[in-house]
């Protein structure tokens, strides 16, 4: 199958592909969508072949505006009500109890349906020309990071998907808040671009899922049990000040690099870095010859300035398939403080190195 890549202007052919129940990649705020016909269980059957995704990992139906949630939900609480009028369009997917419209293969057999509104102007224009809601899960190949520009997401889908809607690159970079509400309070099934400290300011009680703090609770978003965002080469996500990050660098070089003249070095590594970090590095290669040869041959992926968490968000998946395009064997990566859109990031970086985060 060739896969067609669709313009701005050309969001009917897009539809109607789509309609035809084909897979059209979407593009939202926060990462490329794998969108299929959300109310044909033939489409959706072909999301979880074109991904390798396993079929319990229930799947977001998305929706240009509140109206069109009415026929998928069997309720809509107030607390709901109040978090669409306050957060939609943008990056926070909600789970309701869902209506009989909705296939069971959407929601792997759950008895809730996800539904988001993206915050992406092209995005929203097709999702009223298709007319149904669209399920969309990240257009990644199941495991891998997810993309965030049309050229990822080929990477992963040219020829299993019939098209993509080129809507320029992503600007969030990491993925929806999922979020469950219940009575009075509101659980985070996944941290993600509407950070807890928003959600306080509509609710009270917001607490995350029991299992994104321990590893022994089963989750209650299916996916989050999963292996995710897996670069090929194995990774470190290291937290503190650039001076610190630079000296743990320093000696982590000497033990990959043991002697710094052998042409035919079998590692190749790569920095994810602050600038700071960056500055700081070039600053100790400047009196240790040793030390600036190894820095020479590392390729380094600046963020943006230390603490920035949008560039760092934004950033993060590109830097990981970037390595994953170069043969990277060890990626070094700045990690941010776990607050704000920090919480989602890290949770990312954090899989990404299965869980090695070094603080220093
Ligand atoms: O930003 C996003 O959310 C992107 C864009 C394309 O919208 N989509 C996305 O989809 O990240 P996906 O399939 O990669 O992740 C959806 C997450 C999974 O962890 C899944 O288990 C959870 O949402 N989920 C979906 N339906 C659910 C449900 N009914 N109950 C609990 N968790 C659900
Ligand atoms: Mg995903």
């Not at 993206?118 to 899960?137: I, K, M, N, S, T």
């Not at 990491?174 to 509101?186: A, G, L, Q």
């Not at 950033?315 to 070094?332: D, K």
Request: glycine content about 8%; aromatic content about 6%; charged content about 25%.
């Amino acid at each position: 199958m060739k896969t067609i890549r669709f313009r701005e202007g050309q969001i009917e052919e897009a539809a109607r592909l789509l309609l035809d129940n084909e897979l059209v990649a979407i593009p939202t705020e926060t990462v490329y969508g794998l969108g299929a016909n959300g109310l044909s269980e033939e489409a959706v059957s072909k999301i979880y072949k074109a991904k390798g995704r396993p079929s319990d990992n229930p799947l977001i139906l998305h929706v240009p505006h509140k109206d069109y949630v009415d026929n998928l939900v069997a309720t809509i609480s107030p607390l709901e009500d109040k978090l669409m009028d306050a957060f939609w369009p943008g990056p926070l997917t909600i789970t309701f109890p869902k209506s009989e419209m909705v296939p069971s293969i959407v929601t792997g057999g759950l008895n809730r349906v996800a539904l988001r509104c993206p915050d992406h102007e092209l995005c929203r224009r097709f999702l009223e020309v298709v007319g149904v809601p669209v399920a969309a899960p990240s257009a990644n190949i199941s495991g891998r990071p997810s993309p965030t520009t049309v050229e990822a997401v080929l990477h992963d889908m040219e020829g299993r998907i019939g098209g993509i809607l080129d809507g320029g690159t992503c600007d969030i970079g990491v993925e929806s808040t999922v979020v469950e509400c219940s009575n009075d309070s509101i659980t985070i099934l996944r941290p993600g671009g509407i950070t807890r400290e928003m959600l306080l300011t509509i609710c009270d009680t917001v607490e995350y899922d029991k299992a994104l703090l321990h590893e022994d609770e089963q989750p209650k978003a299916p996916g989050m049990k999963y292996t995710h965002y897996a670069p090929n080469g194995t990774m470190v996500t290291i937290v503190g000040e650039p001076p610190r990050i630079a000296q743990y660098l320093t000696e982590e070089f000497s033990k990959i690099f043991p002697s710094y003249n052998e042409d035919e070095a079998s590692q190749r590594v790569a920095l994810i870095v602050s600038e700071e970090t960056l500055e700081v590095l070039e600053f100790l290669a400047k009196f240790d010859e040793e030390f600036s040869e190894r820095l020479s041959k590392v390729h380094s992926i600046v963020y943006g300035t230390c603490g920035d968490m949008k560039a760092l968000a934004h950033t993060l998946y590109g830097a990981l398939l970037e390595c994953n395009e170069l043969g990277i064997t060890h990626i070094y990566a700045e990690g941010c403080a776990t607050e704000g859109l920090g919480v989602a990031i890290m949770n990312r970086m954090s899989k990404a190195s299965s869980g090695c985060i070094i603080n220093v």
